[in-house]
């Protein structure tokens, strides 16, 4: 606790005098607490009192930089002051209505009411200000310590309270590289079927998280093995195929965990959202397009098609931003175009059309690309990755020649107005498009030629100063 008040004094102080001096309570809680243990002190500050959101303005309005309200629905009030983010909430405590998708608020009384109601124990630490009195009735530290996850309470309780405390369990089992202990884990299982009166947007929030935290594949494990993740991500546990009697094909679950794995390890600023998702649904439509061909072989034909189908409708669903669903999918559809290169062979214009169509993705499809290569065959893991550094060798040669990444045909669309002599419409569009074929197809050539080709192509198409 030295620590964390040799950063956060005198804001703290302040804070809890001025609470004092008006006859309430206030504490730092919840993580704010928990990560001083843990070695990660940030920034922001949860804290908790007594006194309604209402009395909560009065007392900060004159004392702090700023305030906002964006949630006191939920009786929290945001303040900033000398750089921290401060969140003070009033003590409560929150359930579901079986009807309804939204938590109800209800106030409490007591720090030790408000502690009990919490998600896990190591969250329900909490530190009383001005006094600076540590307070961890249900044993948090000693969990802490444990590197276990558990409820104040009976766990059916807090995941009735609350459900998206479920997959609170399995993020915090991704971000923290902590276990879930029995109780819960049996309540989760027992439990799955709750979170669906959960909305989209808090699942998001929590499935980013986890897919975001140092260890992905125990949050995600967590979640397929109680049942949670086939009500908020049901295309990873079908990925859990049942392997062929002479294992000629691979566990489609397993090979996911491990291409995340390698994605993560390609990273170089940080946790890449789009990457990850890609990597863990990069393989979604192989249940789809699973067949069973002559002498026990089993095919996948244009899984990569399906994969980015079902990609696209699962974050929709998830409400993920439009952006991150296009990315997403895109990759998924991607995925497999490497293995069309074979042994280099591929002309100039299909590399410049792997790059057209990989956009401004062409970096994070390297990178997926090679993550997906999880084969036990040193020899063939070798091989694959000699072929594509060959192939990120002519991307870049080819780009250090033409500019690959801007690619665009010789003339624009003024110009092509110009030469055809036809007004804007479908018709210069469509020369556009013939024109950046060519250039594909061709490299450079120059405007000259680039004129005399459009010209051919435009009489063989019956385009006349009229249009068509």
């Given at each position: 606790?030295?620590?964390?008040?040799?950063?956060?004094?005198?804001?703290?102080?302040?804070?809890?005098?001025?609470?004092?001096?008006?006859?309430?309570?206030?504490?730092?809680?919840?993580?704010?607490?928990?990560?001083?243990?843990?070695?990660?002190?940030?920034?922001?500050?949860?804290?908790?009192?007594?006194?309604?959101?209402?009395?909560?303005?009065?007392?900060?309005?004159?004392?702090?930089?700023?305030?906002?309200?964006?949630?006191?629905?939920?009786?929290?009030?945001?303040?900033?002051?000398?750089?921290?983010?401060?969140?003070?909430?009033?003590?409560?405590?929150?359930?579901?209505?079986?009807?309804?998708?939204?938590?109800?608020?209800?106030?409490?009384?007591?720090?030790?009411?408000?502690l009990a109601r919490r998600d896990f124990a190591i969250n329900a630490m909490a530190l009383r200000l001005p006094s600076r009195e540590f307070v961890d009735p249900h044993g948090g530290l000693d969990d802490l310590h444990a590197r276990m996850l558990r409820t104040p309470g009976p766990p059916e309780r807090s995941f009735d309270d609350?459900?998206?405390?479920?997959?609170?369990?399995?993020?915090?089992?991704?971000?923290?590289?902590?276990?879930?202990?029995?109780?819960?884990?049996?309540?989760?299982?027992?439990?799955?079927?709750?979170?669906?009166?959960?909305?989209?947007?808090?699942?998001?929030?929590?499935?980013?998280?986890?897919?975001?935290?140092?260890?992905?594949?125990?949050g995600l494990s967590i979640l397929v093995d109680t049942g949670l993740a086939a009500h908020v991500l049901p295309e990873l546990p079908r990925l859990r195929l049942e392997i062929d009697e002479h294992h000629r094909h691979k566990d489609v679950y397993e090979h996911t965990l491990i291409v995340l794995e390698q994605a993560i390890d390609?990273?170089?600023?940080?946790?890449?959202?789009?990457?990850?998702?890609?990597?863990?649904?990069?393989?979604?439509?192989?249940?789809?397009?699973?067949?069973?061909?002559?002498?026990?072989?089993?095919?996948?034909?244009?899984?990569?098609?399906?994969?980015?189908?079902?990609?696209?409708?699962?974050?929709?669903?998830?409400?993920?931003?439009?952006?991150?669903?296009?990315?997403?999918?895109?990759?998924?559809?991607?995925?497999?175009?490497?293995?069309?290169?074979?042994?280099?062979?591929?002309?100039?214009?299909?590399?410049?059309?792997?790059?057209?169509?990989?956009?401004?993705?062409?970096?994070?499809?390297?990178?997926?690309?090679?993550?997906?290569?999880?084969?036990?065959?040193?020899?063939?893991?070798?091989?694959?990755?000699?072929?594509?550094?060959?192939?990120?060798?002519?991307?870049?040669?080819?780009?250090?020649?033409?500019?690959?990444?801007?690619?665009?045909?010789?003339?624009?669309?003024?110009?092509?107005?110009?030469?055809?002599?036809?007004?804007?419409?479908?018709?210069?569009?469509?020369?556009?498009?013939?024109?950046?074929?060519?250039?594909?197809?061709?490299?450079?050539?120059?405007?000259?030629?680039?004129?005399?080709?459009?010209?051919?192509?435009?009489?063989?198409?019956?385009?006349?100063?009229?249009?068509?």
């Amino acid at each position: 606790m030295t620590e964390l008040f040799r950063k956060i004094a005198p804001v703290a102080d302040e804070l809890g005098e001025l609470f004092a001096a008006d006859g309430h309570q206030i504490a730092l809680v919840g993580g704010s607490v928990r990560d001083v243990f843990l070695g990660r002190i940030g920034n922001d500050l949860d804290l908790t009192t007594d006194a309604r959101p209402e009395t909560v303005l009065a007392l900060v309005r004159d004392w702090a930089d700023s305030v906002w309200t964006v949630g006191i629905e939920f009786g929290t009030v945001g303040v900033r002051k000398d750089g921290w983010l401060l969140e003070i909430t009033t003590y409560r405590s929150e359930s579901y209505d079986p009807a309804s998708r939204k938590p109800e608020v209800s106030y409490g009384d007591t720090l030790e009411g408000d502690l009990a109601r919490r998600d896990f124990a190591i969250n329900a630490m909490a530190l009383r200000l001005p006094s600076r009195e540590f307070v961890d009735p249900h044993g948090g530290l000693d969990d802490l310590h444990a590197r276990m996850l558990r409820t104040p309470g009976p766990p059916e309780r807090s995941f009735d309270d609350d459900p998206l405390r479920m997959l609170r369990a399995a993020r915090f089992a991704s971000q923290l590289g902590f276990t879930v202990d029995d109780a819960a884990l049996a309540a989760m299982r027992e439990m799955a079927g709750r979170i669906d009166i959960v909305s989209a947007e808090r699942i998001r929030e929590e499935l980013n998280k986890l897919i975001c935290g140092d260890d992905p594949r125990r949050g995600l494990s967590i979640l397929v093995d109680t049942g949670l993740a086939a009500h908020v991500l049901p295309e990873l546990p079908r990925l859990r195929l049942e392997i062929d009697e002479h294992h000629r094909h691979k566990d489609v679950y397993e090979h996911t965990l491990i291409v995340l794995e390698q994605a993560i390890d390609l990273e170089e600023d940080g946790p890449d959202r789009v990457l990850r998702w890609a990597a863990l649904l990069h393989d979604v439509g192989k249940p789809k397009t699973r067949r069973h061909e002559q002498g026990g072989r089993v095919s996948f034909h244009h899984h990569e098609v399906v994969g980015s189908q079902l990609a696209r409708r699962r974050l929709t669903e998830l409400r993920f931003p439009k952006d991150v669903v296009a990315d997403v999918s895109r990759l998924v559809e991607l995925h497999l175009r490497f293995h069309g290169y074979g042994t280099g062979e591929w002309t100039d214009s299909a590399v410049r059309r792997y790059v057209r169509d990989a956009g401004h993705l062409l970096d994070r499809l390297h990178k997926l690309t090679r993550a997906d290569c999880t084969t036990r065959n040193r020899r063939k893991a070798q091989a694959l990755s000699r072929t594509y550094d060959q192939l990120e060798e002519r991307i870049a040669r080819l780009a250090e020649e033409e500019e690959l990444g801007k690619i665009r045909p010789e003339l624009d669309g003024n110009e092509i107005q110009s030469v055809l002599g036809i007004p804007p419409g479908p018709a210069v569009g469509r020369a556009y498009k013939f024109l950046l074929e060519m250039r594909l197809e061709s490299g450079v050539v120059g405007k000259e030629a680039a004129t005399e080709a459009l010209l051919a192509w435009a009489g063989e198409n019956g385009l006349t100063a009229a249009g068509e």
